[in-house]
């Protein structure tokens, strides 16, 4: 049994698709080298063989790979035929769809499902919920006997409409089991599956309806691409969206900067615990205390003599040319990708108008009483 099963929709015929697979060959997935994973390519009709064979030999080991050529173009159409055709019970602990302009921490992402749910158990796992509709889902829905799941929306007001994930789901084996054996759901994939409109995001969610199996949101997982909370860099998602070269290009190429860099002498006295560092942008009344976590965290103090009270501000990392540079959040810079340059007391860039200075100053930490 693989620990993992993930149906990815490809189709490599669409230039721009196809320039996101490149990037998701390098930073797609992270930490997956213990886990036994199988991935499932189901790619449009008119992908050729050869592009798939690329990308088959461009992903790690120790991924069992299937690509199938669906007799689908629409992308909606090649993800519900892995659940009407190819998927098969009791393959999986979990069952992951995602995106190719996705980041995922797999290995974080392993570890929160096996300490907070059980995959012998019910479970439907989403990051945001979303309840918008597709019509032709509803009339299908309404032909099987369920249209009771619409019986309580009122007008266009849709917070009683089904909820469905958005954009990433992870399901359970038992409940994967549940759905794949239910007469009705099969039959809802099988109508569904010839209809090229709507998304991807719902079919699953109302296959489990069928089963009385509901999604629970989690903050481990989300569509949003909020890259300095991404795990690998100590914050809470395993996994993030809409990262790609045409959307939110900046992390992207942030992490292209940092692969390979090293100072040693530099990380050492930035993540110092004696030192805390005064961040001020010139020309602006915000100016901060900081430090810099080893996880890669840039994490301001509420108070400079109080390092309980943080938050995280950006994430930092060493360039290939041993340079400090820091991703800040959306809060601070619409462009946050900055190489700090260093002068021996302070970091600063005058393009981005941003000086970091070290404070020699006694933090006295709060004892704690048992």
Known sequence: MYDLEIIMP???????????????IEFGFFNHEKLKIKLYFMASNDTKEEDLKILENSLPENFE?????????????????????????NTAKWYMRIDEDSLTDLGSLMKNLENEFDHTRDYYIVGEINRDIVPIERKILSFLGFNCFYDKIQGHDLRDAPAHEFEISITSNEAMKRILTNENCQKFFQIRKEFAEGVGDHTLCLAALIEKIYPISVRFLTYHPNATQFSIFGGIHNHIHHLSFDRNPEFLRWLKSIKKGENEELVKEITSEENLYFLNWYGKSDKSWISFNKNGRIEKNMNVSDIFKKEIVGIWAINKNGQLTVFMNELYENNPLIVLNYDGGAFYCLEKKMRIELKNIEIKKKKILM
């Open 10 to 24: 490809v189709d490599l015929s669409n230039e721009i698709i196809k320039r996101r697979f490149n990037d998701f």
């Open 65 to 89: 790979i299937s690509s199938i050529i669906t007799p689908y173009k629409h992308v909606a159409q090649r993800i519900i035929y892995y659940y009407s055709d190819i998927i098969k019970p």
